[in-house]
């Protein structure tokens, strides 16, 4: 920065000296510089070091004043001023110190030698590139043989075919014998095309390297967005289904939907229920609680609550009965994969009542104990 700003002081009191020393002239812009608009407050020291030669205009006519200035362009002012002994000049000279001249120094020798390093490379990037011309001029002289041979070969087919003396006949077997020379030539083909490939891998390696990106920076704690969301929390959330098989009944469905560590370690789930055998759908609440690891394959559970049965009434069939239970079950799931679980539990209950033929129990008992088995599958979600 101080070196820019070094060279920004210089540039102005070249910029004095030579009005001082030069004969009066217009500020007319030359033609090639474009886009510097009429009364900018750096139009008349644009047009004074493009006249001058420190700074001259792009290709297409532009001076582009708000792009920033490289090292190689700042070294190119640098020897356009010593060119025309800028430093040499008493208002340039009253304005360094000695510490000014020797920062200018060491950022001249720094140029010169970083000018130094990438010619030395440019050298040797064309001396590869002439050493890979002079192979593909190999690979066409060794292609146009080719060619040659594959014309020979394509004639003596055609007089093989042709002809129907022996004498033409034993001609075509001479020139059978060429074959040989053309396997040869491709197996050279092919080893020529494989060094032509190394010779433009190399070529490649041989471009100057890109700068490398700068690396993220890592915000600080205070800086991240309050999420609880993590990528490598297990799924808490579940719905699934399955069948069912009770004491008393044949089969029936149901179908489950909870949440695991709803409250600390404690879950919730619902299963509804349906048995086609008993005509009896009920529904049910749980609390559950898992053990073991969250991630293992194999995870069992317990859970406590109660539900509803619906079940055709014992006095009147025709009318639905409900009976009100307490259950307790217990369960193992097992991961089959990181989304899919499937199930196996076994589901005790207390009726509370005796209404409905859906209970199983005895007529003559007002209340009593029941059970059955689910298997099914749920996915994690």
């Known amino acids: 920065m101080r070196t820019v700003l070094l060279t920004l002081a210089l540039l102005g009191s070249f910029a004095q ?7 009066p002239s217009t500020t007319k812009t030359p033609e090639a510089i474009v886009d510097v608009p009429a009364g900018h407050w750096a139009r008349a020291g644009v047009d004074l070091l493009v006249r001058k030669g420190l700074i001259l205009g792009y290709p297409d006519g532009t001076f582009r004043g708000n792009q920033a200035i490289s090292r190689y362009e700042a070294a190119t002012i640098f020897a356009r001023l010593l060119a025309q002994n800028v430093f040499q000049l008493p208002s340039v000279q009253s304005q360094l110190t000695v510490a000014d001249l020797d920062v200018l120094a060491k950022a001249v020798q720094e140029l010169a030698l970083q000018i130094t390093t990438v010619n030395t490379r440019l050298t040797d990037v064309v001396g590869d590139v002439d050493r890979i011309r002079e192979r593909l001029g190999l690979v066409e002289r060794t292609l146009q043989q080719v060619v040659q041979v594959a014309a020979t070969k394509t004639e003596v087919e055609a007089v093989a075919a042709s002809s129907a003396t022996k004498a033409e006949l034993s001609a075509v077997q001479n020139a059978a014998a060429q074959k040989a020379d053309v396997a ?6 092919a080893a020529l095309e494989q060094e032509n490939k190394a010779a433009k891998a190399a070529l490649e390696q041989a471009k100057p390297a890109p700068a490398p990106a700068p690396a993220p920076s890592t915000p600080a704690p205070a800086d991240l967005p309050n999420v609880t969301f993590r990528p490598d929390v297990p799924a ?18 149901h179908a489950v939907v909870g949440r695991n560590n709803l409250i ?3 879950g919730l789930r619902a299963t509804a229920e349906y048995s086609a055998a008993a005509k009896a759908y009920s529904l049910q609440l749980n609390a559950t ?3 073991g690891s969250t991630d293992g394959l194999f995870q069992p559970y317990v859970g406590l609550g109660g539900g509803l049965l619906v079940s055709p009434g014992r006095t009147a069939p025709a009318s639905g009965q409900a009976d009100g239970y307490l259950n307790v079950l217990g369960g193992v799931k097992y991961a089959f994969t990181e989304t899919l679980s499937i199930f196996a539990e076994v589901d005790g209950r207390y009726y509370l009542s005796n209404k409905g033929t859906g209970t199983g129990l005895a007529t003559d008992s007002s209340r009593g104990i029941g059970a059955g088995v689910r298997l099914g599958a749920h996915l994690n979600f």
């Open 184 to 189: 040869a030539l491709e197996a050279r083909i």
């Open 236 to 253: 808490q959330t579940f719905a699934g289904g399955g069948v069912s098989k009770s004491l008393q009944d044949g089969l029936a469905y």
């Open 17 to 23: 000296a030579q009005s001082g020393t030069s004969q």
């Open 264 to 266: 600390g370690d404690m």
């Open 289 to 291: 609680r898992a053990f």
